[in-house]
């Protein structure tokens, strides 16, 4: 079955504009978690959307927001675009949010912004 | 708070020696789970391990090897014969239970060269 699918997989931003990226769960999955990568704080938690809310949110600023939509499929939205939010995108999706079976994760969404 | 730990930034090994990928972890959780992913330079976190806090039964999956220790709260990891394939990076990761999810908390990850 198709994995975890991170549209679109490159992007480059200027500072001060907003991005959407989006992310298509494993058929069944309905739960999709999104995670932030950076060389210098590692991967951090952003948040996870469950029957399209938000169960969980990590320490991010209210710049950083997401939804889901009744498919499962999700969407994070990141406005007023800063440097530091030059990073690798990941989502994961399982099946519930309680299923500790281990998450999938796409090959993320590489976003620059210069 | 919740916290891994991967001292090791970096590992060069020659092929077909056996290395292992350190991991401690901090919680005061008594019910938790640690897992182990590899990233490849395509980015894609691929899972490799699941171990719970009642389980500590060392676990052998062919090449690899997981030591799972709760009295110095450590998970390591063994590629045994390392091979070029086998360069990546590695985390381990934490989940725990937020707001009645169960969010992973990664440790930096260490970064596995195998050289031929």
């Known amino acids: 079955k198709a994995g975890v699918t991170q549209t679109p997989r490159y992007l480059i931003k200027t500072r001060g504009q907003q991005v959407t990226l989006s992310c298509s769960p494993i058929?069944?999955?309905?739960?999709v978690s999104w995670y932030q990568q950076t060389p210098g704080q590692g991967l951090q938690f952003l948040f996870e959307y469950f029957s399209e809310t938000q169960r969980n949110k990590g320490n991010f600023p209210g710049r950083f927001s997401g939804r889901q939509f009744s498919n499962s499929r999700s969407e994070m939205n990141v406005s007023t675009l800063e440097l530091g939010d030059s990073a690798l995108y990941l989502c994961?999706?399982?099946?519930?949010?309680?299923?500790?079976?281990?998450?999938?994760f796409g090959s993320g969404t590489r976003l620059t912004v210069v | 708070a919740q916290k891994v730990t991967q001292a090791q930034t970096e590992i060069s090994v020659v092929e077909k020696e056996d290395v292992t990928l350190d991991c401690v972890y901090e919680?005061?959780?008594?019910?938790?789970?640690l897992f182990w992913y590899k990233q490849p330079p395509s980015g894609e976190l691929v899972f490799l391990i699941r171990?719970?806090?009642?389980?500590?039964q060392n676990e052998i999956s062919g090449r690899y090897s997981w030591n799972f220790q709760k009295s110095t709260s450590s998970f390591n990891f063994t590629i045994t014969a390392s091979q070029v394939v086998d360069s990546a990076v590695y985390f381990c990761a934490l989940s725990f239970s937020g707001a009645g999810s169960y969010q992973l908390t990664f440790g930096k990850g260490t970064k596995l060269s195998v050289i031929p």
């Open positions: 058929s069944g999955h309905r739960s």
């Open positions: 994961a999706s399982r099946t519930l949010p309680g299923d500790n079976y281990g998450y999938t």
């Open positions: 171990r719970n806090s009642f389980d500590e």
């Open positions: 919680t005061r959780d008594t019910t938790y789970y």
